[in-house]
Protein backbone atom coordinates (compact mmCIF):
# COMPACT_ATOMS: atom_id res chain seq x y z
CA UNK A 1 0.00 0.00 0.00
CA UNK A 2 1.73 3.55 -0.59
CA UNK A 3 2.03 5.99 1.17
CA UNK A 4 -0.64 8.21 0.24
CA UNK A 5 -3.29 5.82 0.39
CA UNK A 6 -2.29 5.37 3.88
CA UNK A 7 -2.89 8.71 4.39
CA UNK A 8 -6.49 8.36 3.51
CA UNK A 9 -7.20 5.10 4.91
CA UNK A 10 -10.54 4.35 7.08
CA UNK A 11 -8.42 4.18 10.56
CA UNK A 12 -7.60 7.76 10.62
CA UNK A 13 -10.95 9.18 10.47
CA UNK A 14 -11.77 8.84 14.52
CA UNK A 15 -8.42 10.34 15.45
CA UNK A 16 -9.48 13.50 12.86
CA UNK A 17 -12.64 13.62 14.69
CA UNK A 18 -10.61 14.03 17.86
CA UNK A 19 -8.07 15.73 16.91
CA UNK A 20 -10.43 18.58 15.76
CA UNK A 21 -12.04 19.18 19.33
CA UNK A 22 -10.97 22.51 21.18
CA UNK A 23 -8.05 22.36 23.39
CA UNK A 24 -8.95 22.60 26.42
CA UNK A 25 -8.28 25.89 28.44
CA UNK A 26 -6.80 25.21 31.33
CA UNK A 27 -4.53 26.93 33.55
CA UNK A 28 -0.79 25.17 34.30
CA UNK A 29 1.15 25.57 37.04
CA UNK A 30 4.95 27.08 36.70
CA UNK A 31 7.99 27.48 39.14
CA UNK A 32 9.98 30.12 38.56
CA UNK A 33 12.69 32.23 41.03
CA UNK A 34 14.30 30.71 44.19
CA UNK A 35 12.16 33.10 46.62
CA UNK A 36 8.73 31.65 48.02
CA UNK A 37 5.36 31.60 45.76
CA UNK A 38 4.08 35.54 45.83
CA UNK A 39 7.71 37.28 47.17
CA UNK A 40 8.26 40.51 44.68
CA UNK A 41 11.56 39.12 44.23
CA UNK A 42 10.97 36.42 41.71
CA UNK A 43 9.81 39.48 39.17
CA UNK A 44 10.47 38.95 36.05
CA UNK A 45 10.00 40.53 32.50
CA UNK A 46 8.64 38.96 29.64
CA UNK A 47 11.25 37.13 28.25
CA UNK A 48 11.78 35.67 31.72
CA UNK A 49 14.82 37.56 32.60
CA UNK A 50 14.54 38.57 36.51
CA UNK A 51 14.49 41.92 37.31
CA UNK A 52 17.55 41.50 39.95
CA UNK A 53 20.58 41.99 38.83
CA UNK A 54 24.07 41.78 39.90
CA UNK A 55 26.62 44.11 39.81
CA UNK A 56 27.45 43.84 36.27
CA UNK A 57 24.24 44.01 34.95
CA UNK A 58 23.00 40.63 34.07
CA UNK A 59 19.53 38.94 35.73
CA UNK A 60 20.30 37.14 38.47
CA UNK A 61 17.89 34.10 37.59
CA UNK A 62 15.89 33.40 34.29
CA UNK A 63 12.31 31.74 33.71
CA UNK A 64 11.54 29.61 30.83
CA UNK A 65 9.01 28.30 29.72
CA UNK A 66 8.18 25.92 27.01
CA UNK A 67 5.15 23.53 25.60
CA UNK A 68 5.55 20.12 23.88
CA UNK A 69 3.41 18.71 21.42
CA UNK A 70 3.07 18.18 17.91
CA UNK A 71 3.09 19.88 14.40
CA UNK A 72 3.79 20.23 10.90
CA UNK A 73 6.71 21.43 8.72
CA UNK A 74 7.24 22.05 4.79
CA UNK A 75 9.71 20.60 3.07
CA UNK A 76 12.07 22.93 0.35
CA UNK A 77 10.20 20.74 -2.29
CA UNK A 78 6.66 21.40 -0.53
CA UNK A 79 6.44 18.33 0.99
CA UNK A 80 4.21 18.24 4.23
CA UNK A 81 5.67 16.76 7.15
CA UNK A 82 4.24 15.53 10.27
CA UNK A 83 6.20 16.05 13.47
CA UNK A 84 6.84 17.14 17.44
CA UNK A 85 8.12 19.65 18.64
CA UNK A 86 8.93 22.63 21.19
CA UNK A 87 7.41 25.81 21.61
CA UNK A 88 8.40 28.74 23.32
CA UNK A 89 5.25 29.71 26.64
CA UNK A 90 7.74 32.05 28.26
CA UNK A 91 5.76 35.22 27.68
CA UNK A 92 2.56 33.54 27.57
CA UNK A 93 0.10 33.21 31.04
CA UNK A 94 -0.24 29.96 32.36
CA UNK A 95 -3.96 29.54 32.07
CA UNK A 96 -3.40 29.97 27.35
CA UNK A 97 -0.83 27.52 27.76
CA UNK A 98 -2.87 24.59 26.50
CA UNK A 99 -4.48 26.22 23.99
CA UNK A 100 -1.46 28.49 22.53
CA UNK A 101 0.53 24.71 22.33
CA UNK A 102 -2.22 23.51 20.39
CA UNK A 103 -0.25 22.43 16.84
CA UNK A 104 2.58 24.89 17.77
CA UNK A 105 5.69 22.87 17.51
CA UNK A 106 8.54 25.06 15.74
CA UNK A 107 11.18 23.05 13.93
CA UNK A 108 13.70 23.67 15.02
CA UNK A 109 13.19 24.08 18.88
CA UNK A 110 13.24 27.93 19.91
CA UNK A 111 17.08 28.93 20.61
CA UNK A 112 17.86 29.78 24.32
CA UNK A 113 20.23 32.34 24.82
CA UNK A 114 21.73 32.55 28.80
CA UNK A 115 24.53 34.04 30.47
CA UNK A 116 27.37 32.16 32.59
CA UNK A 117 26.62 32.45 36.33
CA UNK A 118 22.83 32.26 36.08
CA UNK A 119 20.02 30.32 37.69
CA UNK A 120 17.79 28.61 35.10
CA UNK A 121 13.88 27.87 36.53
CA UNK A 122 13.09 25.94 33.03
CA UNK A 123 9.55 24.76 32.97
CA UNK A 124 8.33 21.90 30.25
CA UNK A 125 4.50 21.48 30.10
CA UNK A 126 3.29 18.46 28.16
CA UNK A 127 0.66 19.63 25.47
CA UNK A 128 -0.07 16.45 24.31
CA UNK A 129 0.00 14.95 20.46
CA UNK A 130 -3.18 16.38 19.18
CA UNK A 131 -3.07 15.02 15.74
CA UNK A 132 -2.17 11.28 17.42
CA UNK A 133 -4.70 11.29 20.75
CA UNK A 134 -3.93 7.71 20.52
CA UNK A 135 -0.65 8.57 21.91
CA UNK A 136 0.16 9.19 25.41
CA UNK A 137 4.13 10.01 25.06
CA UNK A 138 5.83 11.56 28.08
CA UNK A 139 8.36 14.35 26.95
CA UNK A 140 11.74 16.31 28.70
CA UNK A 141 14.13 18.55 28.20
CA UNK A 142 18.14 17.11 28.02
CA UNK A 143 20.31 19.88 28.25
CA UNK A 144 22.85 17.96 25.83
CA UNK A 145 26.62 18.47 27.08
CA UNK A 146 25.41 19.89 30.27
CA UNK A 147 28.21 19.15 33.17
CA UNK A 148 27.09 19.03 36.36
CA UNK A 149 23.39 18.21 35.75
CA UNK A 150 21.59 16.44 38.83
CA UNK A 151 20.22 13.03 37.57
CA UNK A 152 16.49 14.49 38.38
CA UNK A 153 16.68 17.17 35.97
CA UNK A 154 18.78 15.22 33.08
CA UNK A 155 15.94 14.09 30.98
CA UNK A 156 16.68 10.55 30.23
CA UNK A 157 13.71 8.54 31.23
CA UNK A 158 13.85 5.39 34.08
CA UNK A 159 16.91 7.52 36.05
CA UNK A 160 14.68 11.23 35.56
CA UNK A 161 11.73 12.88 35.72
CA UNK A 162 9.38 12.65 32.88
CA UNK A 163 6.64 15.07 31.76
CA UNK A 164 3.65 13.40 31.03
CA UNK A 165 0.12 14.73 29.25
CA UNK A 166 -1.11 18.14 30.63
CA UNK A 167 1.46 18.19 33.23
CA UNK A 168 4.43 20.49 33.84
CA UNK A 169 7.77 19.97 35.46
CA UNK A 170 10.68 23.00 36.05
CA UNK A 171 13.97 22.12 35.72
CA UNK A 172 16.94 23.93 37.50
CA UNK A 173 20.23 24.39 36.12
CA UNK A 174 23.23 26.69 37.88
CA UNK A 175 25.34 27.69 35.03
CA UNK A 176 28.89 27.44 35.96
CA UNK A 177 29.91 26.99 32.29
CA UNK A 178 30.31 28.73 29.25
CA UNK A 179 29.61 27.01 25.62
CA UNK A 180 27.81 25.68 22.61
CA UNK A 181 25.16 23.37 24.18
CA UNK A 182 21.89 21.59 22.25
CA UNK A 183 18.60 20.71 23.91
CA UNK A 184 16.74 17.39 22.87
CA UNK A 185 13.66 15.13 24.14
CA UNK A 186 14.95 12.53 26.13
CA UNK A 187 12.27 10.09 26.04
CA UNK A 188 12.15 7.44 23.29
CA UNK A 189 14.79 9.56 21.59
CA UNK A 190 15.22 7.97 18.79
CA UNK A 191 11.67 8.83 17.61
CA UNK A 192 11.42 12.41 19.34
CA UNK A 193 14.64 13.58 17.87
CA UNK A 194 13.29 12.08 14.41
CA UNK A 195 10.39 13.67 14.93
CA UNK A 196 11.75 17.58 15.25
CA UNK A 197 12.43 17.70 19.14
CA UNK A 198 15.64 19.46 19.05
CA UNK A 199 17.30 22.88 19.46
CA UNK A 200 20.48 24.88 20.08
CA UNK A 201 21.01 26.47 23.38
CA UNK A 202 23.85 28.65 24.22
CA UNK A 203 25.92 30.30 27.24
CA UNK A 204 27.76 33.37 27.27
CA UNK A 205 30.84 33.79 29.04
CA UNK A 206 31.08 36.26 32.13
CA UNK A 207 34.27 37.47 30.24
CA UNK A 208 31.99 39.14 28.08
CA UNK A 209 30.76 41.61 31.61
CA UNK A 210 34.61 42.59 32.21
CA UNK A 211 34.56 46.18 33.29
CA UNK A 212 36.23 47.92 30.32
CA UNK A 213 39.79 48.27 29.75
CA UNK A 214 40.49 44.90 31.05
CA UNK A 215 44.12 44.54 30.12
CA UNK A 216 44.60 40.13 29.70
CA UNK A 217 48.32 39.01 30.17
CA UNK A 218 48.86 39.31 26.59
CA UNK A 219 48.38 42.95 25.90
CA UNK A 220 44.21 42.40 24.36
CA UNK A 221 42.23 45.18 25.91
CA UNK A 222 38.68 44.45 26.51
CA UNK A 223 36.13 47.12 25.54
CA UNK A 224 32.18 47.63 26.45
CA UNK A 225 31.27 46.07 23.31
CA UNK A 226 33.29 42.98 23.09
CA UNK A 227 31.90 39.35 23.14
CA UNK A 228 33.50 36.43 23.21
CA UNK A 229 32.85 32.27 22.45
CA UNK A 230 34.27 31.15 26.33
CA UNK A 231 36.50 32.84 28.82
CA UNK A 232 39.69 32.64 26.58
CA UNK A 233 41.93 35.32 29.22
CA UNK A 234 43.30 36.31 25.66
CA UNK A 235 40.84 37.66 23.71
CA UNK A 236 41.45 34.68 21.04
CA UNK A 237 37.59 34.18 20.88
CA UNK A 238 36.39 37.20 20.16
CA UNK A 239 33.63 38.11 17.39
CA UNK A 240 31.39 40.55 16.24
CA UNK A 241 28.65 38.55 14.65
CA UNK A 242 27.26 35.36 15.93
CA UNK A 243 25.00 32.66 13.88
CA UNK A 244 23.48 29.74 14.93
CA UNK A 245 22.98 26.72 12.26
CA UNK A 246 21.97 23.87 13.24
CA UNK A 247 21.85 20.89 10.82
CA UNK A 248 19.68 17.99 10.50
CA UNK A 249 17.85 15.70 8.34
CA UNK A 250 13.86 14.65 7.81
CA UNK A 251 13.46 10.91 6.72
CA UNK A 252 9.64 11.44 5.24
CA UNK A 253 8.90 7.87 5.11
CA UNK A 254 9.38 7.81 8.97
CA UNK A 255 7.47 11.11 9.15
CA UNK A 256 4.67 9.99 6.84
CA UNK A 257 3.82 6.47 8.59
CA UNK A 258 3.97 8.06 11.58
CA UNK A 259 0.77 10.36 10.40
CA UNK A 260 -0.98 7.71 8.76
CA UNK A 261 -0.35 5.51 12.29
CA UNK A 262 1.44 2.95 10.60
CA UNK A 263 4.63 1.14 11.92
CA UNK A 264 7.68 3.14 12.05
CA UNK A 265 10.42 1.71 10.62
CA UNK A 266 13.15 2.06 12.76
CA UNK A 267 15.82 0.11 11.12
CA UNK A 268 15.35 1.50 7.69
CA UNK A 269 15.49 5.14 9.38
CA UNK A 270 17.55 7.46 6.59
CA UNK A 271 17.22 11.51 5.94
CA UNK A 272 15.92 12.62 2.37
CA UNK A 273 15.58 16.16 3.17
CA UNK A 274 18.73 17.83 4.72
CA UNK A 275 18.41 20.80 6.25
CA UNK A 276 20.19 23.95 8.57
CA UNK A 277 17.91 25.10 10.93
CA UNK A 278 14.70 23.11 10.12
CA UNK A 279 14.75 24.51 6.22
CA UNK A 280 16.07 22.91 3.25
CA UNK A 281 17.77 24.99 0.52
CA UNK A 282 16.15 27.67 -0.77
CA UNK A 283 14.15 27.81 2.46
CA UNK A 284 16.78 28.20 4.38
CA UNK A 285 17.71 31.73 2.80
CA UNK A 286 14.22 33.14 3.08
CA UNK A 287 14.54 35.61 5.88
CA UNK A 288 11.36 35.67 7.49
CA UNK A 289 8.95 33.10 8.98
CA UNK A 290 7.97 30.82 6.47
CA UNK A 291 4.48 31.12 5.97
CA UNK A 292 1.77 29.52 8.42
CA UNK A 293 0.93 25.75 6.98
CA UNK A 294 -2.40 24.64 6.03
CA UNK A 295 -3.95 21.89 7.20
CA UNK A 296 -6.61 20.84 4.83
CA UNK A 297 -9.36 23.21 2.94
CA UNK A 298 -10.56 24.33 7.08
CA UNK A 299 -7.24 24.58 9.11
CA UNK A 300 -4.56 26.81 9.24
CA UNK A 301 -1.77 26.96 11.67
CA UNK A 302 -2.17 30.00 13.90
CA UNK A 303 1.33 31.28 13.16
CA UNK A 304 4.78 30.32 11.24
CA UNK A 305 6.46 26.83 12.64
CA UNK A 306 9.72 27.46 10.76
CA UNK A 307 10.37 30.76 12.05
CA UNK A 308 14.11 30.66 11.72
CA UNK A 309 16.20 31.57 8.62
CA UNK A 310 19.64 30.55 8.28
CA UNK A 311 21.62 33.82 6.43
CA UNK A 312 24.83 34.79 8.12
CA UNK A 313 25.20 38.89 7.37
CA UNK A 314 28.39 40.66 8.46
CA UNK A 315 30.36 43.56 7.82
CA UNK A 316 34.10 43.19 5.49
CA UNK A 317 36.60 42.73 8.47
CA UNK A 318 34.22 41.52 11.36
CA UNK A 319 34.60 38.33 13.11
CA UNK A 320 31.89 36.01 12.27
CA UNK A 321 31.33 32.87 14.89
CA UNK A 322 29.12 30.28 13.77
CA UNK A 323 28.00 27.66 16.61
CA UNK A 324 27.55 24.45 14.22
CA UNK A 325 25.60 21.80 15.93
CA UNK A 326 24.42 18.10 14.70
CA UNK A 327 21.41 16.94 16.75
CA UNK A 328 20.41 13.95 13.48
CA UNK A 329 19.96 10.49 14.85
CA UNK A 330 21.21 9.06 11.33
CA UNK A 331 23.47 11.46 9.74
CA UNK A 332 27.28 12.66 9.84
CA UNK A 333 27.62 16.19 7.74
CA UNK A 334 30.73 17.53 6.86
CA UNK A 335 30.38 21.39 5.90
CA UNK A 336 32.60 24.01 3.98
CA UNK A 337 32.18 28.16 3.35
CA UNK A 338 34.43 28.01 -0.05
CA UNK A 339 36.41 31.44 0.27
CA UNK A 340 36.23 31.83 3.81
CA UNK A 341 38.96 31.18 6.48
CA UNK A 342 37.19 29.38 9.13
CA UNK A 343 39.21 28.50 12.65
CA UNK A 344 37.98 26.18 14.69
CA UNK A 345 37.94 27.96 18.46
CA UNK A 346 35.62 24.98 20.55
CA UNK A 347 33.74 22.06 20.63
CA UNK A 348 31.61 20.01 23.03
CA UNK A 349 30.92 23.19 25.28
CA UNK A 350 34.54 23.76 25.89
CA UNK A 351 37.42 26.04 24.82
CA UNK A 352 39.96 24.31 22.14
CA UNK A 353 42.55 24.05 25.01
CA UNK A 354 43.99 21.35 27.12
CA UNK A 355 44.21 20.62 30.39
CA UNK A 356 47.38 22.43 31.02
CA UNK A 357 46.13 25.09 28.80
CA UNK A 358 48.17 24.55 25.65
CA UNK A 359 46.19 25.79 22.37
CA UNK A 360 44.56 23.27 19.54
CA UNK A 361 42.49 25.90 17.79
CA UNK A 362 43.21 24.95 14.18
CA UNK A 363 42.49 26.28 11.15
CA UNK A 364 40.48 24.34 8.33
CA UNK A 365 38.58 24.27 5.17
CA UNK A 366 35.36 22.04 6.64
CA UNK A 367 34.16 20.77 9.62
CA UNK A 368 32.49 17.48 10.44
CA UNK A 369 29.75 16.73 13.01
CA UNK A 370 28.21 13.65 14.20
CA UNK A 371 24.89 13.78 15.81
CA UNK A 372 25.43 15.33 19.35
CA UNK A 373 28.23 17.06 18.72
CA UNK A 374 28.64 21.06 18.48
CA UNK A 375 31.99 23.08 16.81
CA UNK A 376 32.85 26.61 17.58
CA UNK A 377 33.99 28.46 14.22
CA UNK A 378 35.32 31.84 14.10
CA UNK A 379 35.48 33.52 10.15
CA UNK A 380 37.76 36.54 10.09
CA UNK A 381 36.51 38.69 7.13
CA UNK A 382 39.39 40.97 7.23
CA UNK A 383 40.52 41.22 3.47
CA UNK A 384 37.85 39.14 2.16
CA UNK A 385 35.92 40.17 -0.62
CA UNK A 386 32.33 41.59 -0.17
CA UNK A 387 29.84 39.00 -1.91
CA UNK A 388 27.37 35.94 -1.30
CA UNK A 389 29.03 33.18 0.22
CA UNK A 390 27.55 29.38 0.33
CA UNK A 391 28.07 27.50 3.30
CA UNK A 392 27.27 23.93 2.12
CA UNK A 393 27.30 20.30 3.37
CA UNK A 394 30.39 18.42 0.83
CA UNK A 395 28.29 15.56 1.35
CA UNK A 396 26.70 15.60 -2.13
CA UNK A 397 23.72 13.47 -1.71
CA UNK A 398 22.25 15.70 0.61
CA UNK A 399 22.25 18.88 -1.70
CA UNK A 400 18.76 17.94 -2.58
CA UNK A 401 14.80 17.92 -1.28
CA UNK A 402 13.80 14.69 -1.44
CA UNK A 403 14.61 12.46 -4.80
CA UNK A 404 13.17 14.77 -7.07
CA UNK A 405 15.15 17.99 -6.72
CA UNK A 406 18.59 18.92 -6.75
CA UNK A 407 20.35 22.03 -6.15
CA UNK A 408 18.33 22.07 -2.24
CA UNK A 409 19.46 20.59 1.15
CA UNK A 410 21.92 21.76 3.41
CA UNK A 411 23.02 25.17 2.07
CA UNK A 412 22.81 28.84 3.00
CA UNK A 413 24.60 31.85 2.13
CA UNK A 414 27.05 33.79 4.21
CA UNK A 415 26.74 37.48 3.13
CA UNK A 416 29.39 40.41 3.36
CA UNK A 417 29.14 43.98 3.01
CA UNK A 418 31.10 46.89 3.15
Not at 299 to 327: D, F, M, Y
Not at 345 to 362: K, L, P, Q
Amino acid sequence: MKIKQLLAAPVLTGLTLLASVTAVNAAVYTQCGPYPKGDARNAVDEQGNSLLKDATGMSQFVCKHSAAGDGWMTTADGTRLYGFGFSDMTSVPNEEVMHKGYFNAKYPAPTMYFDEGQDVYWNLTNTGMTHRPDLFDAHSIHWHGFPQASAIYDGVPHGSAVVTMGSTFAYYYKLNDAGTFMYHCHVEATEHMQMGMVGNLFVRPKQNRLPPGTTFGNGFVHQANYRYAYNDSDGSTAYDVEAALQFGSMDSNFHLLHEAVQPLPFLQMKGDYAQVNGRGYPMSVVEAPLPAIQMDDGSLLAESSQPEHAVVRAKVGQKILLRLTNLNVTDYFTVTALGLPMRVVGAGAHIARGEGGDSWAYDTSSVTLGGGEGVDVLVDTTGVQPGTYFLYTTNLNYLSNGAGEDRGGLMTHIVLSN
